[in-house]
C-alpha cells in the first residue's frame, strides 16, 4: 500500500517595503493634487476601487481625504467630483436590489442629493473604512466649532456647552440669524458671520434672568417667541427657534440650579479713587486730553442705552470700533474685564478666590518666597500700594493665582500688571482678569523659559528689518537686543 506524505509549511506573508509603501502613497498624493487640484495640506487617508452608480456603472477611484470624498472617472469621460465631508449627513450601506442588477453599494447622502458607490471589492470593509473616516471629520469638527465658539464668546474653558440651538436673535435694528448656547452657568448667542468681529453676540448668566416665556408671533401664524426677561431692568431678549419646548424646559433646569445671585448689574466705577490719581501724577497729558475722554465716555454711553451693560451686554461691531478707538478710564478695565471674558471666569466661579485662599492659607512654596521678595519693588514711592493695605491686597491675588497655577507659579512682572489693575478694580475682580491674561489671551507668555515673549521679540526684530531699516540699523549700532537666546 503506497502511502503518501505531505510535509506543510508555515508561510509567513511577504513583508511590504516600507520604502516602495511610502513611494505609493506620495504618487497616490500627487495624483490627487494633480485631478482635483487640492493643495499639499489636503491628504488623501483612504483609497477605494469603486463604481458610481448612476443609470450605467460608471468605474472609478473613490478618494478620501482630511475634508472631502473624491470620485475620479477612469473612463475619461471626465465625470469628477468632489462631495465637501460638511455636506455630508448620513453614509449607509445598501444590499443588492431585488429584481435589479445593482449590487451592494455604498450610499452617500447630501442636502444637494445621493451617491451610490458599489463594486467594491469587500463591500463591508469599504463602508466601514469610508463611515470611520467621516465620523472622525465629525468628531473634530464640533470639536472645533464648540472651541471656537467658546473663543468667541470669551466663555471659561472649563464652561461646557450643553446645548446648542439654531435661533433667530430679534431686535429694534433687524433680526439676526445664528446659534442660541446653553451652558452650566450662561444662556448665549452667536450670529452666523465668517468675521468674528461682526458678529452679535452676547451672555447672559443665568442667575441674572427673572422670567421667561413664549410669546405669539404678530407676522407668523403658529410661531412663538423666546422672551427672556432679566433681573432690575426692563432689558430682555427675543429669539424664534424650532425646538421652543425643549429649549424652555433646559433653560428652567439651568436657572434654577444658578442659585447664586449676580448683584452687579451695572458698571461699579467707584473703585477708580485717589490711588489711581496718585499713580497718575507726573503724567503731562495736552489740553484735549479731557475733552476727548469725555466725548469718548458719552459715546460709550449711548452704546450702553441701546445694547446694555455689565456681562450681559451686546456685543457688536460698533463696540469694537469704540474699543479700539478710545476707552475712557472710568470705563478701561471694566472694559478689559468684559472684552477678555474675565467677568464671565467671576460668575461662573463666584466663590473660587476666597476658597483657593483659604484651602491653601498656612502652606510655604518657592513662589511665595518670589512674591515677598518683589512686593516692596513695586511701585515703591506709592503710598497706597506700599502701605499694609495695599501689600496684603497684592500677596492675597498672587499667592491665590500661584495656587490654581502651580506650574508657572509666579513670574516677575505679574506684580505690576497686577498692581495697575488694582487701582481701577476691585480685589476679586483683578485677580480674574490676572487669570484671563496669563492662560487665555497670552498663554507661556509668563513661564520660566518665555517662549512666547523670545518668539514675538524676535518676529519684531523680523519687521524692523523688512519695513523699518533706518530704525533697525541704528539699533543693531547702538547694540540694542529685544531678544536674548
Sequence with gaps: MNVLFSRSYSQEPPKEDPEKKEEEKKATQLKFQQVFGFPVYERVLETFVCSLWKTFFLPGTLYVSDNHVCFEDLTGVSNNFTIPMREIFEIKKNPPAAFSLVPASVQICTAKGDYW???????????????????????????????????????????????????????????????????????????????????????????LIDEFSRSPSINHDNTYFLIVRLKGTEKSFAFMLKDLETAMKEIAERKQAASKPVSLLSWDVSCITEHFQEYMTGYVFSASFPVRQEETRKRFE??????????????????????????????????????????????????????????????????????????PRTFPNHSFVQSEEGLSIMRRILTAYSWRNPTVGYCQSMNYVCTFFLFLLPEEQVFWLLCTICEDLLPNYYSHDMVEPRVDAMALEKLLEMHLPEVWQKKKKKKKVLCVD
Excluded at 464640533?142 to 436673535?169: G, N, W
Excluded at 431686535?171 to 458678529?199: A, D, H, P, Y
Aim: glycine residues 4%; positive net charge.
Design 117 to 207: 458607490f458599489t463594486s467594491f471589492s469587500n463591500i463591508d470593509e469599504s463602508f466601514s473604512g469610508i463611515e470611520k473616516f467621516w465620523k472622525m471629520k465629525q468628531i473634530v469638527t464640533s470639536a472645533l466649532k464648540v472651541k471656537t465658539s467658546r473663543e468667541s464668546l470669551r466663555l471659561p474653558v472649563d464652561e461646557p456647552i450643553i446645548k446648542e440651538y439654531q435661533a433667530t436673535f430679534y431686535r429694534k435694528i433687524g433680526s439676526f440669524e445664528g446659534v442660541m448656547l446653553i451652558t452650566n452657568n450662561f444662556l448665549c448667542f452667536l450670529e452666523n458671520r465668517k468675521v468674528s468681529v461682526f458678529r452679535h453676540k452676547f451672555v447672559v448668566p443665568f442667575a
Design 302 to 375: 449711548k452704546y450702553f442705552e441701546t445694547n446694555g451693560e455689565f456681562i450681559s451686554m451686546i456685543h457688536t461691531k460698533d463696540l469694537t470700533s469704540l474699543c479700539r478707538l478710545d476707552i475712557p478710564w472710568k470705563l478701561s478695565a471694566h472694559m478689559w474685564s468684559y472684552c477678555s471674558g474675565a467677568l464671565a471666569h467671576k460668575v461662573s466661579k463666584p466663590d473660587y478666590y476666597s476658597s483657593i485662599l483659604q484651602q491653601n492659607e498656612g502652606r510655604e512654596s518657592l513662589a511665595l518666597r518670589e512674591i515677598e521678595k518683589d512686593l
